[in-house]
């Protein structure tokens, strides 16, 4: 009987490491659940102020500085000068998106922001939440900058600067 008993928790081991390792393998596979550095970027596609839709994937071949921003947040308004005054430094060699979380933020306040602070890139309104949620935007402004593969290389919470945005850009420009 005792024999019995110890045969039944070694196969039972055996089944349970068999198991554990296949799911392991599966979920280093899958990658993090959370957009990260050295992982690809979520694909998405949003509507601009004018009901164009704008998809990430239009800028696949060049860098892309992918901002999540609100016209109420204070670092947000902070950093605008500095995006707006690399990307028209650089506009033919990367893409910048601000996608403006609507789903916490007023079309027409965005409207006001975007002339306020003569934004010429591209922003996107993310009216749902479901792009924010996708990348898992806790906190406003949060950046990625991905290469011309689409690959995250960089993430920042909080406004990002114009040092910063030389010093991870440059090596990733043409």
């Known amino acids: 009987m005792k024999i019995r008993i110890v045969m039944l928790v070694i196969i039972l081991a055996a089944v349970g490491a068999v198991l554990i390792g296949k799911n392991s393998k599966v979920s280093q596979q899958a990658g993090p659940s959370v957009p990260e550095v050295q992982y690809q970027a979520e694909a998405f596609t949003l ?12 800028f696949q071949g060049k860098p892309v500085v992918l901002n999540f921003w609100a016209t109420w947040c204070p670092p947000c308004q902070e950093e605008t000068p500095d995006l707006v005054a690399f990307y028209e430094q650089n506009k033919d060699q990367l893409g910048v998106i601000g996608v403006n979380v609507t789903a916490q933020d007023e079309v027409d306040k965005v409207k006001t922001f975007i002339e306020k602070y003569s934004v010429t890139y591209p922003v996107v309104l993310d009216e749902k939440g479901a792009v924010s949620k996708t990348y898992r935007i806790q906190a406003l402004p949060t950046t990625f900058i991905l290469n011309d593969k689409g690959t995250i290389v960089y993430k920042k919470l909080g406004a990002v600067t114009s040092e910063e945005l030389k010093r991870v850009l440059q090596p990733l420009l043409p």
């Open 47 to 58: 509507p601009d102020l004018a009901g164009q839709n704008l998809s990430l994937e239009s």
